[in-house]
C-alpha cells in the first residue's frame, strides 16, 4: 500500500483544568443508529484486520475556539496542546493524529464565560439557543470546530449527520474536563460515529455467538469485540467489580473498564480504542466526515511548483499561482483570495482538483456554508478591492436589511491597528467606506466585519 497522508481538519477548544468524573450529553437520534448499522456492516465487510495493517497516517487539523474572562479563567495555548497529545495518544492506533492548524482563536467575552451552556438543548436549523448563537460567531468552514466553554458538568459532540439534520458540525467541551487524558478523545470518538459501549440501554448484550443468548446484532453499541457495558445511559461505574452482574443466560459480565467510550474510571487512564471502533474512526473520517479539508498551510501568498503527491489543500490569504502537475489518483485544492493556474500547470485524468475563491483565514457562520446548512439567507455581505493596496482599498457592504454593524483593522497577529467604525447603524443597500492605507507598514492585515450574529474577516496586503 503506498505512503500517504491525508490532511483533514478540526477546529476546537480545550481547558486547564482536571476533572475526574465522566458526563457526557450526547444521545443518538433514530437516524444516527440508522446510519450507524449501515456503518458497522460496511466495517464487518473490510475487516478492521486489513485496517489496522495500513501504513498511512491521517492527520486531521483542528482549530482551537478559547473562551476567556477579562479577569482570568479559561484556557492556556499550553493547555491546548497538552490536549492535542492526550488525544493523539488514544488515536495513534487507529492512525489518526490532529494538529493545529491554525493558532487557536481567543474569545475575551465575560458575558459568554459566565454563562452556563445547559447539554440537551433542542437541535434544529432555526435554533436561537446561546450555543447555537455562540458557534456561529466563529465557526470555521472545513475543520472540526471545539469549544471549550463552562457548561452544567457535561460535555457533548455531534454525529455526523447531525450537521445536514440540524445544522450542527461541533463538539462543545467543558472547561472543568480540561487535563483528563481521555475526554477530549471520548467526544472525538462521537464525532467520528462512535456510541457509548453501554448504549441503548441494555444491561444484558451477549457478544459470544456459541451463547444462546447472543444478541450482538440487536444490542448495545453493536460491535463484538466490546465486552458488555453494565451500565445503562449516563451511569457512573460506583464499582469496579462487575463480576455480580450476568447476562441473559447468567454469565458474568465482564466489561472492558479500560475502553474509552466508557464511563468507567477504574484501572487508571489507559483508555483504547477496540479493533473494530477503530474501523468506525476511519470509516466516517473516509465517508460521513470526508468534506474535512486542510488549512494547514494558510501563508500570505504561495508560489506552488513541482508536484503534488496526495490529499492536500493549499491556503493563502492573498494569492496562489501554481505551475505544479498533480500525481495520479491524487486530489488537491487551493483556496485564496486570487488563484492564477500558470503555464505548465497540469492536473491529468483521473486526478481531483479544486479551486476555492475566499482567504484562507477566514472566519465563517453557518448561513455561509452551502448547502450542508439549512440557515437563513445570509442578510449582508462584505467585499474589499483590491486587497493588493498600494494606497487605499475600498469596504463594501451590501445590507439587505438596516444593520448595526462594527469593522475594524487588524495586523496579521491579531491587534487592532484602527477602527473603521463601531456599532455604526447602516441602512438597507450599498456603503462604500475608502480606507488609506498610504502609511501602514509593508504586511499582512485582515478586516473585520461583525454585526451581533456574524462576522466575517477579510484579508489584504500592503505592498
Known amino acids: 500500500m503506498k505512503n500517504k497522508i491525508y490532511l483533514l481538519l478540526l477546529a476546537a477548544l480545550m481547558t486547564a483544568q482536571f476533572a475526574t468524573a465522566q458526563k457526557c450529553g450526547v444521545e443518538p437520534t433514530a437516524a444516527d443508529w440508522e446510519q450507524y448499522r449501515q456503518a458497522v456492516q460496511a466495517i464487518n465487510v473490510q475487516t478492521t484486520q486489513e485496517r489496522d495493517d495500513t501504513t498511512t497516517t491521517y492527520y486531521v487539523g483542528v482549530q482551537f475556539h478559547l473562551l476567556r474572562h477579562e479577569f482570568g479563567g479559561g484556557l ?75 457548561t452544567d458538568g457535561y460535555s457533548w459532540s455531534s454525529f455526523p449527520n447531525w450537521a445536514q439534520d440540524f445544522c450542527k458540525d461541533w463538539i462543545i467541551m467543558n472547561i472543568d474536563n480540561a487535563g483528563s487524558p481521555y475526554h477530549f478523545g471520548h467526544e472525538l470518538g462521537h464525532y467520528f460515529s462512535l456510541f457509548h459501549t453501554f448504549q441503548g440501554l441494555d444491561e444484558n448484550v451477549t457478544r459470544d455467538e456459541n451463547d444462546p443468548c447472543f444478541n450482538c446484532k440487536t444490542n448495545g453499541d453493536l460491535l463484538w469485540d466490546t465486552p458488555a457495558d453494565h451500565l445503562n445511559n449516563h451511569a457512573y461505574w460506583d464499582d469496579c467489580d462487575p463480576s455480580a452482574r450476568v447476562d441473559g443466560c447468567g454469565v458474568a459480565l465482564k466489561p472492558d473498564a479500560k475502553n474509552i467510550m466508557s464511563y468507567s474510571n477504574c484501572n487508571g487512564y489507559d483508555k483504547h480504542f477496540s479493533a473494530q471502533q477503530r474501523g468506525m474512526l476511519l470509516h466516517s473520517l473516509f465517508t460521513q466526515r470526508s468534506y474535512l479539508t486542510c488549512r494547514r498551510d494558510c501563508a500570505p501568498f504561495h508560489v506552488l511548483t513541482g508536484t503534488h503527491t496526495g490529499f492536500y489543500t493549499f ?149
Not at 77 to 83: F, L, S, Y
Not at 388 to 417: C, F, H, N, P, Y
Request: aromatic letters at 10%; proline letters at 5%.
Open 315 to 463: 491556503g493563502a490569504e492573498i494569492f496562489i499561482s501554481s505551475t505544479a502537475t498533480l500525481a495520479d489518483s491524487v486530489a488537491v485544492h487551493y483556496q485564496a483570495n486570487l488563484i492564477r493556474l500558470m503555464p505548465g500547470f497540469h492536473a491529468p485524468s483521473g486526478t481531483i482538483f479544486n479551486a476555492e475563491i475566499e482567504p484562507c483565514n477566514a472566519f465563517t457562520t453557518p448561513s455561509e456554508t452551502g448547502d450542508r446548512q439549512k440557515t437563513e439567507p445570509l442578510v449582508w455581505s462584505a467585499q474589499l478591492a483590491p486587497s493588493l493596496v498600494q494606497e487605499s482599498t475600498v469596504l463594501t457592504l451590501d445590507l439587505k436589511a438596516e444593520t448595526e454593524i462594527s469593522a475594524w483593522l487588524t495586523s496579521a497577529d491579531g491587534r487592532t491597528v484602527q477602527w473603521i467604525f463601531s456599532k455604526k447603524t447602516l441602512s438597507e443597500g450599498q456603503h462604500e467606506f475608502p480606507i488609506q492605507g498610504a502609511e501602514w507598514p509593508a504586511g499582512v492585515y485582515r478586516i473585520v466585519v461583525q454585526t451581533d450574529t456574524a462576522r466575517k474577516v477579510l484579508s489584504l496586503a500592503k505592498l
Open 76 to 150: 492556556t495555548e499550553a493547555a491546548v496542546a497538552k490536549e492535542l497529545d492526550y488525544a493523539n495518544a488514544k488515536f495513534a492506533p487507529a492512525h489518526i493524529q490532529f494538529f493545529q492548524c491554525d493558532a487557536p482563536h481567543i474569545i475575551v467575552n465575560n458575558d459568554w464565560f459566565n454563562h452556563k451552556f445547559i447539554h440537551g438543548s433542542p437541535n434544529e436549523c432555526d435554533e436561537t439557543t446561546p450555543e447555537y448563537q455562540f458557534t456561529g460567531l466563529y465557526k470555521v468552514l472545513g475543520v472540526i470546530n471545539v469549544y471549550w466553554v463552562n
